[in-house]
């Protein structure tokens, strides 16, 4: 499933891992569903992730021009998800825009990475 929704009023994100019914909540306010942004839009060159095979996985980097990592502008975390596998990596400014992960380039359905500013991307 992987939709993600967030607070207008505080920021805090929530991603759905089994759908229900009604309107998720926070701060006495209904929650935004988060749209994923691809390339087509400004800014995918430091946001889209790009991924490369490596010898014991998969390496995804944020962008085609590396992303800043400063304390006020940078990628929350990095997630790979599977036809039955959702893995992330949790990053922090200062840290290099990548993560690799132990799963083969050929069991990643889509790679998807949170900027604290610009929101979720994804490459497809």
């Not at 991603?15 to 019914?21: A, E, T």
């Not at 992303?67 to 990095?78: K, L, S």
């Not at 990596?89 to 200062?94: A, F, I, T």
């Not at 990548?98 to 799963?103: G, I, M, P, Q």
Request: charged letters at 25%.
């Amino acid at each position: 499933m992987q939709e993600v929704y967030q607070c207008g009023v505080c920021g805090k994100i929530v991603q759905i891992v089994v759908d229900g019914k009604g309107t998720l909540v926070c701060c006495n306010q209904p929650m935004s569903f988060v749209q994923e942004k691809s390339g087509e839009l400004e800014g995918k060159e430091k946001h889209v992730p790009v991924l490369e095979k490596t010898s014991t996985g998969v390496k995804v980097k944020v962008g085609s021009v590396p992303h800043p990592m400063a304390e006020d502008h940078y990628i929350v975390q990095i997630e790979i998800i599977g036809e039955n596998f959702q893995q992330i990596s949790m990053l922090k400014p200062g840290d290099s825009p990548e993560a690799e992960f132990s799963v083969p380039l050929d069991k990643v359905v889509k790679a998807r990475i949170f900027c604290n500013k610009h929101g979720f991307w994804v490459n497809k």
